[in-house]
C-alpha cells in the first residue's frame, strides 16, 4: 500500500511540474523587454497612438498635456539621434524630441516600437526651423526650399523612452 501511494504523488507531482514548465515557455514567448533612455519610466498605462490623436486634435498651439504614449517609429535624425518621428494614424504624425537634449536615441530604429513619457502639445514651426529638420533627414535641395509656410504640428519633448525588444 505505502508503494501505491509514493508512486501516486510521483505521477501527481511529475503532471503538476510538467505543466508549469508549459505555462512558463508560453510568458517567455510573449515577454517584450524595453531598453531604456533617459529618465526611467515603466511601461504600463502607456496608451495607444491613435488614441493620442484625438488628444492632439483639441489642443491648442502652445498648450501642452502630460503623457504617456506607444507609438512605432518612422525617422530618426541621422546626424545624432536627437529627434524622431512617429506615425499616430490617419496621415498625421508626431514630433518627438528629448528634454533638454540630455539623452539621443539610436539611429537605426526606424519601424520599432518605443514608449514615450513626457509632455505632448501643438506648435506651429516655423519655416527655417521645417528646413533644418529636412536638412537633417537628408532632403534635396530643391526639397528643403519648397518650405515656406510655418506648419501646425503634433510635438512631444520626452523625458523618458523604452524601446520595445522582443526576445
Not at 504523488?9 to 505555462?23: G, P, Q
Not at 513619457?117 to 529638420?133: I, L, S, T
Request: charged letters at 30%; one cysteine or more.
Amino acid at each position: 500500500m505505502k508503494n501505491y501511494l509514493i508512486l501516486i504523488a510521483l505521477c501527481v507531482s511529475f503532471f503538476a511540474c510538467k505543466e508549469e514548465k508549459k505555462t512558463v515557455v508560453e510568458d517567455v514567448a510573449e515577454k517584450i523587454t524595453y531598453k531604456s533612455f533617459g529618465k526611467e519610466i515603466q511601461a504600463d498605462d502607456a496608451i495607444a497612438s491613435k488614441s493620442m490623436l484625438g488628444h492632439y486634435k483639441v489642443i491648442k498651439a502652445g498648450d501642452s498635456i502630460p503623457s504617456k504614449m506607444t507609438i512605432k517609429v518612422k525617422e530618426v535624425c541621422k546626424a545624432k539621434g536627437c529627434w524622431m518621428t512617429a506615425d499616430l494614424g490617419d496621415g498625421n504624425e508626431v514630433m518627438v524630441k528629448f528634454k533638454d537634449y540630455g539623452f539621443f536615441m539610436p539611429k537605426d530604429i526606424a519601424g520599432k516600437d518605443v514608449i514615450i513619457n513626457g509632455m505632448a502639445y501643438v506648435k506651429e514651426v516655423p519655416v527655417d526651423e521645417q528646413r533644418h529638420y529636412a536638412e537633417d533627414k537628408g532632403a534635396s535641395k530643391a526639397e528643403i526650399e519648397a518650405i515656406t509656410e510655418p506648419k501646425r504640428t503634433f510635438s512631444f519633448e520626452a523625458d523618458g523612452v523604452l524601446l520595445a525588444e522582443t526576445e
